[in-house]
């Protein structure tokens, strides 16, 4: 027996299409109609539910911030102390990253399509990198072994590093060209981060 669906969860249903659509032919070339077949909705609901292909993008961003990080990420995640909390919130970033197949691919998407649409890149800083901007200022904000620091040009920094990380490693294919394996990269990040000392490890990648 089919259950309908609510208003919500027919929004969801477009949205995982949509993402389907836009991962096969770019921000260019999906359509409404396309979206909606790979929906299994009509055309007229998604309109309904999403003025226009911008918008329904706009929408799909917030759901993948949502879901892939807001979720996951949240000022009381990561209340231990940073020699402790730290290691894990940087693992956890760069896994949310590294196993989700459809983000990186979905970054690949926007990366492309921001030459001839630099609003698909605005709004996924706006929804994705923004908000996880201001989240690790918080999280430096609340602790005193960061009080000397420029909280924002740091989290900035903290943030950059990890994309880059995940950006040449995953989503470039860069793993066997410059290997850098997680856990070296989070121990030397604690290091400076904390201005401990870094015991040896092995430079594997």
């Given at each position: 027996m089919t259950v309908a669906l609510n208003k919500t969860d027919k929004a969801t249903q477009i949205l995982n299409g949509a993402l389907q659509e836009f991962l096969a032919h770019g921000y260019a070339g999906t359509s409404m109609d396309r979206v909606a077949t790979t929906a299994g909705v009509s055309k007229p609901t998604v309109y309904n539910h999403f003025?226009?292909?911008e918008g329904l993008f706009r929408a799909l961003v917030q759901k993948i911030a949502r879901e892939r990080f807001q979720i996951k990420f949240n000022s009381e995640t990561f209340g231990d102390a940073p020699a402790e909390s730290l290691p894990r919130l940087l693992a956890l970033?760069?896994?949310t990253?590294?196993?989700?197949d459809d983000y990186q691919n979905f970054v690949r998407l926007v990366i492309g399509e921001s030459g001839r649409f630099p609003e698909l890149a605005r709004t996924f800083v706006t929804y994705l990198s923004k908000p996880g901007l201001e989240l690790m200022q918080?999280?430096?904000?609340?602790?005193?072994e960061f009080s000397d620091a420029d909280s924002q040009a740091l989290a900035q920094i903290i943030i950059g590093s990890v994309?880059?990380?995940?950006?040449?490693?995953?989503?470039?294919h860069g793993r066997d060209?410059?290997?850098?394996?997680?856990?070296r990269y989070i121990e030397t990040?604690?290091?400076?981060?904390?201005?401990s000392p870094r015991t040896d490890v092995a430079h594997q990648s």
């Open positions: 003025q226009d292909k970033m760069v896994d990253i590294a196993d989700d918080d999280y430096l904000e609340q602790h005193a994309v880059y990380m995940c950006l040449t490693q995953y989503i470039l060209i410059m290997p850098l394996s997680k856990e990040m604690i290091g400076l981060m904390l201005k």
